[in-house]
């Protein structure tokens, strides 16, 4: 079975910085793409990076690229969201998330299948 969970959420100035890890159970971890996505009140959920299992690839929304990197650990079996010059607007819940082997594309909620509790991000102005 596998289990996600993610740390590292806070309360942070515009322009400061966190680091959001998220721990993953299952010997598939390292064979297996891991994404993050941020739901803000009263929004849906959005894509924001997503890395392959090789840690080589990754791609960033438009609105994160430049300020946030998604990396891994594959003998931790852990993924991170290193969060740079973060503004109010990056104010939201973050779940990480386990991609389908199967998925054709990497941005939909639906090309993952496994999900983490979430953890807040709140960034005062």
């Known amino acids: 079975q596998v289990q996600l969970v993610e740390s590292g959420g806070g309360l942070v100035q515009a322009g400061g910085s966190l680091r959001l890890s998220c721990l993953a159970s299952g010997r598939t971890f390292s064979s297996s793409s891991m994404g993050w996505f941020r739901q803000a009140p009263g929004k849906e959920r959005e894509f924001v990076a997503v890395i392959s299992w090789s840690g080589i690839n990754t791609y960033y929304s438009d609105s994160v690229k430049g300020r946030f990197t998604i990396s891994r650990d594959n003998a931790k079996n852990t993924v991170y969201l290193q969060m740079n010059s973060l503004k109010p607007d990056d104010t939201a819940v973050y779940y990480c998330?386990?991609?389908?082997?199967?998925?054709?594309?990497?941005?939909?909620?639906?090309?993952?299948?496994?999900w983490g509790q979430g953890t807040q991000v709140t960034v005062s102005s």
């Open positions: 998330a386990r991609r389908w082997d199967y998925s054709t594309s990497y941005y939909s909620t639906e090309d993952y299948a496994y």
